[in-house]
C-alpha cells in the first residue's frame, strides 16, 4: 500500500505560484506511477499531472493540455515526495487537488490509479 498526505495549497491571485507537495509512504512506492488530478464544485475530477514509474530519479512526465507550459511535477527520492508546481495561476485553476498514486495503464484516467491522498484546496482569485 501507499498513504499520501498533500500539503501547500491555498489562496492566490492570478498570476501567482504555489508548489503542491505529496508526502508518499508504504510498501512498493517506487514502483507506483504518480498522478496530479483535480476537482472543482460540481465537476469531474480530471487529471493535471503525472510521473512515471520507470526511475524514481528520471521518470517520465505528462500534462494536461490545459496547464502544459505553466505546471510542472517532479518527485524527490530521497524525501519520498512528489511535487507540482503551478506557476501563473488562473481562477480556472481553483479546485481541490489530489495526490494519486497507480500501476494500471492510463496515467490520464483517475480509474487506473489505487492511492489517494485527501487533497489540498487551491482557489486562485481574479
Known amino acids: 500500500q501507499v498513504q499520501l498526505v498533500e500539503s501547500g495549497g491555498g489562496l492566490m491571485q492570478a498570476g501567482g505560484s504555489l508548489r503542491l507537495s505529496c508526502a508518499a509512504s508504504?510498501?512498493?512506492?517506487?514502483?507506483?506511477?504518480m498522478g496530479w488530478f483535480r476537482q472543482a464544485p460540481g465537476k469531474e475530477r480530471e487529471f493535471v499531472a503525472a510521473?512515471?514509474?520507470?526511475?524514481?530519479?528520471?521518470?517520465?512526465?505528462y500534462y494536461a493540455d490545459s496547464v502544459k507550459g505553466r505546471f510542472t511535477i517532479s518527485r524527490d527520492n530521497a524525501k519520498n515526495t512528489v511535487y507540482l508546481l503551478m506557476n501563473s495561476l488562473k481562477p480556472e485553476d481553483t479546485a481541490v487537488y489530489y495526490c494519486?498514486?497507480?500501476?494500471?495503464?492510463?496515467?490520464?484516467?483517475?480509474?487506473?490509479?489505487?492511492?489517494w491522498g485527501l487533497g489540498t484546496q487551491v482557489t486562485v482569485s481574479s
Open positions: 494519486a498514486a497507480g500501476r494500471r495503464p492510463g496515467a490520464y484516467s483517475p480509474e487506473s490509479y489505487d492511492y
Open positions: 508504504g510498501r512498493t512506492f517506487s514502483n507506483y506511477r
Open positions: 510521473i512515471s514509474w520507470n526511475s524514481w530519479n528520471s521518470g517520465n512526465t
